[in-house]
C-alpha cells in the first residue's frame, strides 16, 4: 500500500524541496587525519547490521496498544474528554500517538539521511567525510526501520511536524558547513535519543524496544562525532561567530520543544487546536517528557563550546540549565551497552530454543 494512503488527514505534496547554496569541497590530503575521527570511522564500519535480519519482525504488535503506554502518560487523562471515550476510543488515541510519534522519528532520520550526505559533500576534512558516510548509510537504515513498522505494525502516518520541518528547512538552507553538524547532529539528533530513550526504557513491547535500542547504538557514535568535529572547529571561531550559532541554537530548541505536543493527534480527534494546545501545555507527563527530552542536547552544546549568557539564560527559561552537568558519555555509553545487553538476551533464548529441539529430535529417535 501507498505511504499515501496512510497519511492522516488526506493527500499530502510528495516531496519538500529544500534550495541550498552550499558548495562542495574537495580535499587532496589523503594520509593524515584525526584518530578520535578515524577510530570513530572504523567503529562505523564494524558496527553497520541489517534492519531486516537484526529486528525480529516476526513480533506481533498491537496497533492499539503498541508501546503499553499507561492511562496516566496520555494528554486527555483526567478530563471530560477521557472520561466520555470507550476502551475502543483511547486504543485508537494511542495508535494515533503512536503513530505521530514514530512518523517524526521517520521524517528526522530522513532529514538526518540529507545531512550527513550534505557534510559529506561540505565538510573540508577527509576523515569527517569518511564518517559522515557511514552516517548516511546508518540513516537509511533508522528511515528503513521505521517506515516498516509504520507500514506493517501501525498502519498509519502523519505528516512531518511544521516545527520540525521548519529547523530542517533552516539548517539545510544555511551555506556554512557546520551547520548540518550543529541543527542535525546537535538539536535534532539530541532530542531524539531523549525521545527514543524514555520510550525504549518504559516500553515492555519487544518489537519497538529491539528498534529503538539498536538505532540509538548508532546514534550515540553520530553525537560522538558531532561533538569531535564541533568541538575543534569552534574554539576558531570569533565571538560574533559563536553567538550566531548560539541564537541558531536558541531558536532550535524553543522549535524543538514546541513540537513535542502532538496537537495534530488531538485535531483529529475533533478538539479545537487552542483548545488542544492548551490541554498539552497543562498536562503533567507532557511537562516532565519535555523537559528530560533536553537531556542530550544542554550537555552537548555547552561542551562543544557554546556557553554565552544568552543561551544560558534560554536554558534557565525552559527550565533545563542544570541538565547542563549531565555526563554524556555515561548516557553514550549506557546506550551502546543496553543494545548488546538485549542482542545477548536474544540469542541465549534463540540458542536454548535450538538445544531443546535437537533434544526433542533425539528423544523421538530413540523412542522409535
Not at 524553543?254 to 493527534?265: A, N, P
Amino acid at each position: 500500500m501507498s505511504t499515501h494512503e496512510l497519511y492522516t488527514g488526506g493527500p499530502i505534496d510528495p516531496n519538500w524541496q529544500v534550495p541550498s547554496s552550499s558548495s562542495a569541497r574537495f580535499s587532496w590530503e589523503y594520509d593524515d587525519g584525526r584518530d578520535r575521527l578515524l577510530a570513530l570511522y572504523q567503529k562505523g564500519k564494524d558496527k553497520q547490521w541489517d534492519g531486516a535480519k537484526r529486528i525480529d519482525w516476526s513480533l506481533e504488535v498491537d496497533p492499539y496498544d503498541p508501546l503499553g503506554t499507561p492511562d496516566e502518560a496520555m494528554t486527555l487523562y483526567g478530563t471530560p474528554y477521557w472520561a466520555k471515550m470507550n476502551d475502543k476510543d483511547r486504543g485508537n488515541l494511542r495508535r494515533h500517538y503512536t503513530a505521530w510519534q514514530f512518523s517524526q522519528f521517520l521524517h528526522g532520520e530522513q532529514g538526518a539521511m540529507i545531512c550527513a550526505a550534505r557534510i559529506v559533500e561540505s565538510v573540508p576534512d577527509l576523515d569527517a567525510k569518511f564518517y559522515s558516510a557511514t552516517q548516511t548509510m546508518d540513516e537509511a537504515r533508522h528511515a528503513e526501520i521505521y517506515g516498516r513498522f509504520l507500514h506493517e505494525k501501525i498502519g498509519m502516518l502523519y505528516p512531518i511536524n511544521d516545527n520540525l520541518q521548519g529547523l530542517l528547512g533552516d539548517t539545510l538552507r544555511d551555506s556554512r558547513w557546520d551547520m548540518p553538524y550543529l541543527g542535525m547532529q546537535v538539536l535534532i539528533e539530541g532530542l531524539a535519543l531523549a525521545a527514543f530513550g524514555m520510550i525504549r526504557d518504559t516500553t515492555d513491547k519487544p518489537l519497538p524496544k529491539q528498534i529503538l535500542a539498536y538505532v540509538m547504538q548508532d546514534e550515540a557514535r553520530h553525537v560522538a562525532f558531532g561533538r569531535m568535529a564541533l568541538r575543534d572547529y569552534y574554539k576558531q571561531l570569533t565571538d560574533a561567530e559563536l553567538r550566531e550559532r548560539e541564537e541558531f541554537v536558541i531558536e532550535g530548541c524553543y522549535l524543538m520543544r514546541d513540537r513535542l505536543r502532538g496537537v495534530e493527534v488531538l485535531e483529529n480527534f475533533g478538539i479545537p487546536k487552542k483548545e488542544a494546545e492548551q490541554l498539552s501545555e497543562e498536562s503533567e507527563f507532557l511537562h516532565l517528557f519535555r523537559q528530560l527530552l533536553f537531556s542530550r542536547i544542554v550537555p552537548c552544546v555547552k561542551d562543544i563550546g557554546l556557553w554565552g549568557e544568552r543561551l544560558q539564560k534560554a536554558y534557565v527559561d525552559m527550565g533545563v540549565f542544570e541538565m547542563g552537568n549531565s555526563n554524556l558519555d555515561l548516557l553514550m555509553t549506557q546506550d551502546e551497552e543496553i543494545a548488546e545487553q538485549l542482542d545477548r538476551e536474544r540469542f541465549e533464548v534463540e540458542e536454548q530454543a535450538r538445544v531443546a529441539e535437537v533434544a526433542e529430535a533425539i528423544d523421538e529417535g530413540g523412542s522409535t
